[in-house]
């Protein structure tokens, strides 16, 4: 390897890191509630340590400015929630909503979830993984870069308790296509609404702000719940 045109492999990620628009607000949000309330990946590996207490603790991927989050946690202050996400922005606008709500039952971390479940999150310690939709990458040649994949259903199973949950919910129709076709590949998954069934919609999840683009467009969204077995 001495050779120094050596070939660094990159991973493929289901995410574009952008700061967008970061309103002043957001800014000073992150600068100066990120340390009370935002995590290093290192810190997800004893979550009872990290919030102080043995509870029920859920995942949201990719958990957007919040929304089903921040309502979550509000609704149900005997579980922890952490949300991973990467878009700078929405990490302020849930810290203004953690600190506005007084919320002790979540924290944020911005780094890429596939790592943080990969090296830091440890084995069955979690007792539900949400996704609420996901980027489509709707492209062909881009599809590779979709979060749920195979290796991303054998981590979660990994990291979740026996008979733990995975909750998905997306408006794009080729992604629902996929990812019945890779669960019911999966050994150790299994839908509870029944194989290529889609769950009704849980009545607990809350309207985010990319269901709401899904209804305006008049998307049909797709909900599933699936379990470790
Ligand atoms: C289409 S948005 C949906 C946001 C929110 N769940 C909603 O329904 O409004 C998808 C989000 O997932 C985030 N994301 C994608 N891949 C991620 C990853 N590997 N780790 C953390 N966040 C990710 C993106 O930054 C983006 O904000």
Redesign the pocket.
């Known amino acids: 390897m001495g050779d120094s045109k050596q070939l660094i492999k990159r991973e493929i990620?289901?995410?574009v890191r952008r700061e967008g628009r970061i309103t002043p607000a957001q800014r000073e949000a992150v600068d100066s509630l990120w340390p009370r309330h935002g995590l290093e990946k290192t810190q997800l590996t004893d979550l009872d340590l990290t919030f102080g207490r043995k509870a029920p603790c859920f995942l949201?991927?990719?958990?957007?400015?919040g929304?089903?989050l921040i309502s979550l946690a509000r609704a149900n202050p005997d579980n922890n929630y952490i949300g991973?996400?990467?878009?700078l922005p929405?990490i302020g606008t849930m810290l203004q909503a953690i600190e506005k709500y007084g919320l002790t039952n979540v924290r944020l971390v911005r780094?890429?979830?596939?790592e943080c479940l990969r090296e830091s999150i440890s084995d069955q310690s979690l007792n539900g993984v949400m996704v609420?939709?996901?980027?489509p990458w709707h492209k062909k040649r881009h599809n590779k870069r979709r979060?749920i994949q195979p290796s991303f259903l054998t981590l979660v199973v990994k990291k979740l308790k026996s008979h733990g949950r995975l909750f998905v919910g997306t408006d794009w129709q080729d992604y629902a296509d996929h990812i019945i076709d890779i669960s019911l590949e999966h050994p150790l998954l299994t839908n509870l609404a029944g194989d290529k069934i889609y769950a009704p919609r849980p009545a607990w999840r809350p309207l985010?702000?990319?269901?709401k683009r899904a209804i305006r467009l008049e998307h049909v969204v797709r909900d599933f719940v699936f379990t470790s077995n």
Not at 60 to 65: D, K, N, R, Y
Not at 208 to 211: D, I, K, L, N, Q
């Open positions: 990620r289901s995410f949201e991927i990719g958990c957007g400015t929304d089903a991973a996400e990467v878009y929405g780094d890429d979830a596939m609420f939709f996901p980027d979060l985010t702000r990319y269901e």
